[in-house]
T-cell receptor, first 113, second 116 residues
Framework: GENVEQHPSTLSVQEGDSAVIKCTYS??????FPWYKQELGKRPQLIID?????GEKKDQRIAVTLNKTAKHFSLHITETQPEDSAVYFC????????????FGAGTILRVKS | GAVVSQHPSRVICKSGTSVKIECRSL??????MFWYRQFPKQSLMLMAT?????????EQGVEKDKFLINHASLTLSTLTVTSAHPEDSSFYIC????????????FGEGSRLTVL
């Protein structure tokens, strides 16, 4: 089955700096890669996603890049703000399998003001 | 976006009792729902896929007789933790795909189970 690895496990940045979180996946058939933000005790919230036919997607301060050949994808947050502090999870799935998402281990992002 | 509601948000029970958690899709019909478990400071681990009108599909290592899943309607799936023990204490989250297959999953609020 699919296996998703995520790095780093914790990341501390100064407010205004950029943050990058990286994930790799094992199943080349995976074609949907979302990123979720989860605050303590809350549900995961989708912040951005990318499909396998696209190499990069951007939404304001957040961008995701996908390298299908290397089977890795990354989340980029620019101009970080204290409210970006949370746990971020990457995930991978194959739409044909009913969108069963396999999650990475998560990254605790701390933005210091 | 689609709304998924989960109840209860918190439950405390005694060891050996059973607890039922409900997951409802409020503004759409969900033929498939997914149940995840999340231990403190860990990732979301898929427990089972709940299919309306048929048996759930459990992930390897998840006891189907302990975690009973029922998906009797297109808007409701339930997870029952039977004979709960302290090691079952966790955050249980359901999710569902919206009617438009964009790939996105919508999550419920989660249910924090504490077994004493």
């Amino acid at each position: 089955g699919e296996n998703v690895e995520q790095h780093p496990s914790t990341l501390s940045v100064q407010e205004g700096d950029s943050a990058v979180i990286k994930c790799t996946y094992s199943d080349s058939a995976s074609n949907y890669f979302p990123w979720y933000k989860q605050e303590l005790g809350k549900r995961p919230q989708l912040i951005i996603d990318i499909r396998s036919n696209v190499g990069e997607k951007k939404d304001q301060r957040i961008a995701v890049t996908l390298n299908k050949t290397a089977k890795h994808f990354s989340l980029h947050i620019t101009e970080t703000q204290p409210e970006d502090s949370a746990v971020y999870f990457c995930a991978a799935s194959m739409r044909e399998y009913g969108n069963k998402l396999v999650f990475g281990a998560g990254t605790i992002l701390r933005v210091k003001s | 976006g689609a709304v998924v509601s989960q109840h209860p948000s918190r439950v405390i029970c005694k060891s050996g009792t059973s607890v039922k958690i409900e997951c409802r899709s409020l503004d759409f019909q969900a033929t498939t729902m997914f149940w995840y478990r999340q231990f403190p400071k860990q990732s979301l681990m898929l427990m089972a896929t709940s299919n309306e009108g048929s048996k759930a599909t459990y992930e390897q290592g998840v006891e189907k007789d302990k975690f009973l899943i029922n998906h009797a309607s297109l808007t409701l799936s339930t997870l029952t933790v039977t004979s709960a023990h302290p090691e079952d204490s966790s955050f249980y989250i359901c999710s569902a795909r919206g009617t438009v297959n964009t790939g996105e999953l919508f999550f419920g609020e989660g249910s924090r189970l504490t077994v004493l």
